[in-house]
């Protein structure tokens, strides 16, 4: 846990969100701000600020998001694209790793 990490917070219950799945290492909840009728985070419960970092220091965890990324993209229909922005120029703006799942529309390529 860090103080001022807001998906820290979220974990720890003292941020509201709509959780949709929690496992012993992972949480998944709907993004604030939706780009498509799926859109859900789902993160580590420990703190670790890209999926780089949480693969080298949690490999355990980092499965246990992989497969609970893959339970919510099943359940949205199987068709998904899972996205970690890893960087501010690549538009990460919370630095707590958390794939994106977005589905339920077309997804265009390249993203942008
Ligand atoms: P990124 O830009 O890749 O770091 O994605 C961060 C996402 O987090 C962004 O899509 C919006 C979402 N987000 C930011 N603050 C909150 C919040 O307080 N609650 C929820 N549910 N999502 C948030």
Do not use: K
């Amino acid at each position: 846990m860090t103080d001022d990490c807001l998906f820290c917070s979220i974990v720890a219950g003292d941020v509201p969100s709509d959780i949709v799945a929690e496992t012993d290492h992972a949480v998944a909840f709907r993004d604030v701000n939706p780009q498509a009728p799926t859109h859900v985070l789902v993160i580590p419960r420990v703190h670790q600020p890209d999926i780089g970092s949480l693969a080298e220091a949690e490999p355990e965890a980092t499965i246990d998001l992989l497969r609970l990324a893959r339970t919510i993209a099943d359940d949205a229909g199987g068709t998904y694209r899972l996205v970690f922005n890893t960087g501010a120029d690549a538009q990460q703006s919370v630095f707590h790793c958390h794939a994106h799942v977005l589905a339920g529309r077309t997804l265009g390529w390249p993203p942008g």
